[in-house]
């Protein structure tokens, strides 16, 4: 276990928007991306996990992030804040709706330790996620789940939907992925989630 000082980020600084894996900063520190569907709350929780609500622009309009956006925390990991993958569900057979820079990223990005894959716990289970979770598995990139915008909905509806989508999911993973279920407002989970990226960066 890590204690609360060490689990607080003091330093989150912008690095650059790269508009392919190419353009990515050359290092050797870990990397811990973060993927979602648009409209899913990403900003807002980069924001509470590197206590700084200005870091990660927050719009009220969907899919702003167009770039691979790179910030630096405590001059020891990268958080990489990827482009979401829209809304319209995705065929399997027709990936081409996730951006190409993003895929190539998550595939090929040597200093990826984990992928944070956001889901809207509001909602009932939506295919792209689905699909993108088993794109993930087929191309074994390391990810968790992270259920987001959970005080915005009642906890029997919040159960509800976070069970019928984890059975979803376990249709096609082997075992079941690990998630975190995590809250803007009282901050649940923040700690967990840092505690798992710090477990990862000095392993």
């Known amino acids: 276990m890590y204690g609360l000082d060490i689990l607080n980020v003091k330093s989150a600084v912008f690095v650059k928007s790269a508009p392919t894996v190419n353009d990515c900063p050359e290092s050797n520190l870990p990397e811990f991306a973060f993927i979602g569907r648009s409209n899913v ?12 609500k200005n870091l990660a622009k927050v719009s009220r309009t969907p899919g702003k992030t167009k770039l691979i956006n790179y910030f ?18 995705t065929a399997k057979t027709n990936r081409a709706t996730w951006l190409q820079s993003t895929s190539e990223f998550l595939a090929n990005r040597e200093n990826l330790k984990t992928t944070f894959v956001l889901i809207d716990g509001t909602i009932p289970t939506q295919g792209n996620d689905l699909d993108f979770i088993e794109w993930l598995l087929e191309t074994q990139i390391n990810f968790v789940i992270v259920f987001t915008k959970v005080d915005k909905v009642n906890q029997k509806e919040l159960s509800a939907n976070i069970k019928v989508f984890m059975e979803n999911v376990m249709q096609f993973a082997p075992s079941e992925p690990k998630y975190f279920v995590t ?18 960066v000095n392993s």
Not at 72 to 89: E, M, T
């Open 183 to 200: 809250s803007i407002e009282k901050k649940h989970s923040k700690d967990k989630l840092l505690e798992y990226i710090m477990e990862s």
């Open 41 to 52: 709350g990403k900003s807002s929780l980069i924001n509470l996990l590197c206590n700084n």
């Open 72 to 89: 630096l925390i405590d001059n020891a990991w990268h958080l990489v804040d990827l482009p979401g993958y829209g809304y319209a569900k």
